[in-house]
């Protein structure tokens, strides 16, 4: 006869393998079929406690905190407001090393709390002109809008996110080139390069899968496995008429929220592939 307390401990373990089998197959055929596709694991970060805070750098006002409902992990950026001054509401969670490829991708899944403002910024780098080699060679502790799309020094490419108040959500090209065209906030220049239906209208607080590839000069954005943007930038649109964008060899990316309230992401994963320049242009 089999003790009460072993059954006990049997019974919750079969119970613990039937609920974990499916997330590790689904795991597993993700895997293969990323492998079949040429794509190679660079980042798997699931924030699982506070020591993987130092792979990241915060700018703005935001407060930073490990979490989990059951099984799932995730981290909590609290964007604050400053009392003294109702503007510095802004924060952006960077990645702390670049990503350098012809072809990167960025898997992630996120939340948003009701009237989120939320973007995905990738690709971001100093300007060629800007004499800097990395992004960090100055600060923006606001982080306010105006230090990215307003700035000569940096040019990145954004997705709006998490939008429950707006029907539409856009991909842009921000700063750089496009700045010394016209002043900023008056008239600057900010290239809409493709929009999309957002996937939580009237839905605050719904985990969306965002999983977005760069691939030489084309950018593909698949939510929750939909394709919803594939669009070719050749430099007309980005760079307002000059021959490179930023796309053609990686480099920063990060979460930005332009309001006071929270963001959960539950994981970041970067995958890079081997892409011919040809394919993918030379800058």
């Known amino acids: 006869m089999v003790a009460p307390n072993v059954a006990v401990l049997v019974l919750v373990a079969v119970a613990l393998l039937t609920r974990l089998t499916p997330s590790i197959a ?17 980042l798997d970060e699931e924030f699982s406690d506070e020591s993987s805070l130092k792979r990241w750098s915060l700018e703005g006002m935001a407060k930073l905190t490990p979490a989990n409902e059951g099984p799932t992990r995730f981290l909590r950026i609290h964007t604050l407001e400053k009392p003294a ?22 898997v992630f899944r996120a939340r948003g709390e009701s009237r989120n403002q939320s973007l995905f910024l990738f690709n971001a780098n100093p300007t060629r002109d ?3 080699r990395s992004i960090f060679d100055w600060t923006r502790p606001d982080a306010l809008y105006v230090r990215y799309a307003g700035s000569e020094l940096i040019e990145m490419y954004s997705v709006g ?7 539409q959500s856009n991909i842009r090209y921000l700063g750089g080139v496009a700045v ?4 900023f906030p008056e008239g600057v220049h900010i290239p809409v390069l493709s ?19 760069v691939e030489g000069r084309r950018i593909t954005l698949f939510v929750d496995g939909r394709q919803v943007a594939a669009i070719e930038d050749t430099g007309a649109s980005a760079a307002l008429g000059t021959a490179w964008t930023p796309l053609t060899d990686g ?24 892409e011919s320049r040809a394919e993918g242009g030379t800058p």
Do not use: I
């Not at 996110?161 to 029907?167: A, F, Q, S, T």
């Not at 999309?196 to 965002?210: I, K, M, N």
């Open 251 to 274: 480099g920063y990316f990060g979460l930005r929220n332009f309001v006071a309230n929270q963001v959960d992401v539950d994981y970041v994963r970067v995958f890079t592939k081997r």
């Open 180 to 183: 010394k065209t016209r002043s």
């Open 195 to 213: 929009s999309f239906d957002s996937p939580c209208v009237d839905r605050p607080d719904t985990w969306v899968e965002y999983d977005l590839r």
């Open 85 to 106: 001054n109702r503007e510095l509401k802004q924060s952006v969670l960077w990645s702390g090393e670049p990503v350098r490829g012809a072809a990167v991708r960025f």
């Open 161 to 167: 996110m998490l939008r429950d108040r707006e029907k």
């Open 26 to 42: 689904a795991d597993a055929a993700a895997d293969a079929t990323n492998e079949r596709a040429g794509w190679t694991l660079r």
């Open 130 to 132: 800007s004499g800097h």
